[in-house]
């Protein structure tokens, strides 16, 4: 017996949303900047695709794989829209998790949900093939950290994870098992080791920023609101400019200093004054630029035009995620795991380009 969509609905709708590939419209392209993590997931899912044919065998002899990847990086990076668009791109439908709907004030009832989505995918993907299952926010069910008088209560939940994933490795079942988190140092370690992949996103810097905004500029003409010709050569001039002076900062910098961590020497230098609107989205994500885009849409609707200024009001009106994190962060005297977000810019090489450099700073 195969399940039907509507059934894998309803047997999963209590716990998350289900994805089935014709539905689903992200599509690998759109999301930029991500090539590496794009590779490694490309390879899983090709892998994924042909573990059909071998897992008879496999199981018969006890070699079956762990079929799981772990995601991690701030909110709004692409995580699991770049996980939809290859589920789509491979024809696998998947039903992401949502830790709110699974987490409950009883750890008992939390347990059960646990097993219970799983033990229903593991249905689903005994029966129709493959299934992919996202846990959304793993660290809100796996977290090593809690109140002393919780440990016991915390530990019991990871280990029961633990073992539900065990169970469908072992069986050979083939559900592949996605994990996704914000707060990656709060995971506890034995549920980051029971992942075999792990793919970190991170901010965009400046070139891929740009990339980010052009796509949407063009998608944006395609409405047939105008988008003012200032708007590209302003961008232009602003990255040949940042490329401009992340060559000279790399040339003068003892240690090598990839473009993000340019982006922070380079404000710092500029004591935080902005040039335009790549310097001003430091910090931003994918998703932080696509709500300032929406925000700017409206002004575009309203004249039939999109101006340069406009668009980034509109950026600088949503905020950064980085800046939020970073306040978080400080609020909360957490400050311990930050700098897995963020690469650190160099205080050696800070110094040396400051005493180097003793140009003033750029004008605005
Ligand atoms: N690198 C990128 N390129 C283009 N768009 C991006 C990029 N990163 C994120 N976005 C856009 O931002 C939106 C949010 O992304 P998504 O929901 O996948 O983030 P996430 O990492 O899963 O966030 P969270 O941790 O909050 O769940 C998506 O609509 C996506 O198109
Ligand atoms: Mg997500």
């Known amino acids: 017996m195969t399940f039907t969509k509507e059934e894998i609905k309803t047997r999963l709708e209590k716990y998350g949303t289900v994805y089935f590939p014709n539905d689903i419209i ?4 759109d999301l930029l900047g991500l090539d590496k993590n794009k590779e490694m997931l490309e390879d899983f899912f090709k892998a994924l695709k042909n573990y059909k044919k071998y897992a008879k065998k496999l199981r018969e002899l006890r070699m079956t794989p762990s079929i799981s990847v772990l995601l991690y990086g701030p909110p709004g990076t692409g995580k699991t829209s770049l996980t939809r668009a290859l589920a789509k791109k491979y024809k696998i439908p998947m039903c992401v998790v949502e830790a709110d709907r699974l987490v409950s004030p009883l750890l008992g009832d939390t347990l059960k949900n646990m097993r219970n989505v799983v033990e229903l995918s593991g249905e689903i993907a005994k029966e129709n093939g493959l299934f992919l299952l996202f846990f959304d926010e793993l660290d809100a069910i796996a977290s090593e950290r809690s109140s002393v008088n919780e440990v016991g209560e915390i530990k019991r939940g990871v280990i029961s994870f633990l073992q539900i994933l065990d169970r469908i490795d072992y069986e050979g079942i083939p559900l592949a098992i996605f994990g996704a988190t914000n707060h990656q140092s709060q995971l506890d370690s034995a549920v980051w080791r ?13 070139i891929i920023r740009k990339e980010i905004l052009i796509k949407y500029l063009e998608r944006l003409e395609q409405t047939q609101i105008e988008v003012d010709n200032t708007i590209y050569t302003q961008l232009e001039d602003e990255l040949k400019l940042l490329k401009k002076e992340y060559q000279s900062i790399k040339k003068k910098s003892i240690t090598s200093v990839n473009r993000f961590e340019f982006e922070d020497i380079f404000a710092d230098k500029n004591k935080g004054k902005t040039i335009g609107i790549l310097t001003s989205t430091r910090g931003y994500t994918g998703a932080d630029l696509q709500r300032g885009m929406r925000v700017s849409l409206l002004k575009g609707i309203q004249k039939g035009l999109l101006k340069y200024e406009d668009l980034l009001d509109s950026l600088k009106f949503v905020g950064g995620t980085r800046i939020h994190v970073k306040q978080q962060q400080l609020l909360s005297g957490n400050e311990e795991h930050k700098e897995i977000y963020y690469s650190k810019s160099n205080n050696k090489n800070t110094q040396d380009i400051n005493k180097s450099n003793k140009k003033k700073p750029l004008e605005i």
Not at 26 to 29: G, L, N, T
Not at 194 to 206: E, L, V
């Open 26 to 29: 992200d599509k690998p392209e």
């Open 194 to 206: 029971r992942f075999t992949f792990h793919a970190y996103f991170g901010f965009p810097d400046f």
